[in-house]
């Protein structure tokens, strides 16, 4: 009785407005007591014309009241804070509260499904002091009460109805389901148990199964993962072979027809010499007889005449020599050889296109005019913040310019520190083209990157075309070289321009390099997946400067 007595006495001590105990208790002219802070704030956010009034009661006083602490009330609720059980819990969200407290609620420890209600540790002790030889039937506390009781008797849900398939309670097995076959609720939970364990191990059973078939699964993907990059290892290997192989075949045309040319300016500078030589003669030979066409002695006249008469063959040299060295025979045959490992080659893509028939693959448009591209032209501007020191910025953000002194750029995480480097603030999406002026003397590199490269240190994981996250184009005519993860690919570019487009179609995963002037020869394309926006990028190479055009489209 005396826990009953402290429950009384705490609900008297709790402040109306915040409903816990009473903190810094004042007591206005009407008698009611609130904490300080509660009063002042409900006056000082009701302030209408002077006039204010209880919460409760609604008096209202004029003037405003001056408030003091109640010291005795204080005291009081001193006294009842140390009443309160050391183990009791103030109820939070997601907690059952006692049905008894009032003012602050505890949370819930039990529940009593005769009384229907849930109590807390104290409240629940007086419940089973009221209740002895525990006649009430207690379970732990849940907040699923009324679902455990029939709506139309107030009783507990007891009896399960097997031919309803529903909870009922006693008075509804005796009159809606007197004929039914019913059982107690615990029996059905004991059957009903037994399906649960069977279908627990059925579906363990197929988990496992299914973890089974799911790591079966991630070989089956690993272990193709691992053979298409073997077969593109392989492949660039082989590429590589038969680069090498054309560039000794080209090396070996051009040591041929250099010796050709050599031999045949040999042969003609011997000539050339003799033609000079028989000149001078002539010409020495003339003057002789210049000179003997002046004088009066008739023996000396005709006897050196004799001796300077033209003597030899009167055929040039240069009729030995034909009307001229041509090489066209050559180029056609050079010519000849293209056609033909163009034609094969394309057979073969063919060939190697049948044997991945479910597969779709999307090589993207192929624009036979610049306007085609310039369709998909967007403007981009390079990034001050991630331009490395050694690089000027001008052109409305559109130039940069390689120095030998550091630029006084402020420090940033998203700038090159080592590498001279710089990327575009806008990245790619979706199909994009765009263009770039170069001088065509200085090394320029064309980049494409994903903003989480490295920036920090001169390694591999910074520098473009050196890693898994950026492409790079290097041009320096007539030598055009293409990285991605740190392979070289050596290009063959017969023509180079001072201008340069770039496209590239994000979802099919293309990129693609132009020389731009009257008509667009490809660089250089590139089929394979973004994972990742990509931003343009440039390298540069010492005094070199790069432009990104504009174009009005």
Known sequence: MAEARISVAQEQFVCPICLDLLMDPVTIPCGHNYCMNCITDCWNQKDLKGIYSCPQCRKSFTPRPDLCKNLMIAEMVEKVKKTEPQDAVLAGNGDVKCDVCTGRKYKAVKSCLVCLNSYCQTHFESHEEFNPGKRHKVIEATGRLQEMICQKHNKILEVFCRTDQQFVCVLCVMNEHRNHETVSAAEEMTKMQGHLREMQRTI?????????????????????????????????????????????????????????????????????????????????????????SDTDDHIHFLQNLRSLSLSGS?????????????????????????????????????????????????????????????????????????????????????????????????????RFDSVVQVLCRESVSGRCYWEVDWDQSKCLGLSVSYKSISRKGRGNECMFGRNNQSWILLCSPPKYVFLHNNIENKLIVTSSSSRIGVYVDHGAGILSFYNVSDKMTLIHKVHTTFTQPLYPGFSLGKNASVKLCYITT
């Open 204 to 292: 363990q059973q197929t988990i496992r199964q299914r973890e089974n078939e799911l790591q079966e699964l991630r070989e089956t993907v690993e272990s193709h993962k691992q053979s298409a990059q073997a077969a593109v290892e392989d492949s660039e290997k082989i590429f590589a072979d038969l680069i090498r192989s054309i560039e000794r075949s080209r090396s070996e045309v051009t040591e041929l027809i250099k010796a050709q040319e050599r031999a045949s300016v040999s042969q003609l500078g011997q000539l050339l010499e003799e033609l000079k030589q028989e000149i001078a003669d002539l010409k020495r030979r003339e003057a002789e007889l210049e000179k003997l």
């Open 314 to 414: 009167s055929e040039s040299p240069t009729d030995t020599v034909g009307s001229g060295l041509s090489f066209d025979d050559v180029v056609k045959s050079v010519s000849k050889l293209r056609d033909k490992l163009n034609h094969y080659c394309k057979e073969q893509i063919e060939n190697i296109s049948g044997t991945v028939k479910h597969v779709k693959i999307f090589l993207g448009p192929e624009f036979e005019t610049r306007e085609g591209y310039l369709k998909y032209f967007r403007q981009f501007t390079l990034d001050p913040n991630t331009m490395q020191k050694r690089l000027c910025l001008s052109e409305r953000n559109r130039m940069i310019t390689g120095t030998l002194t550091d630029q006084p750029y402020p420090a940033h995480p998203e």
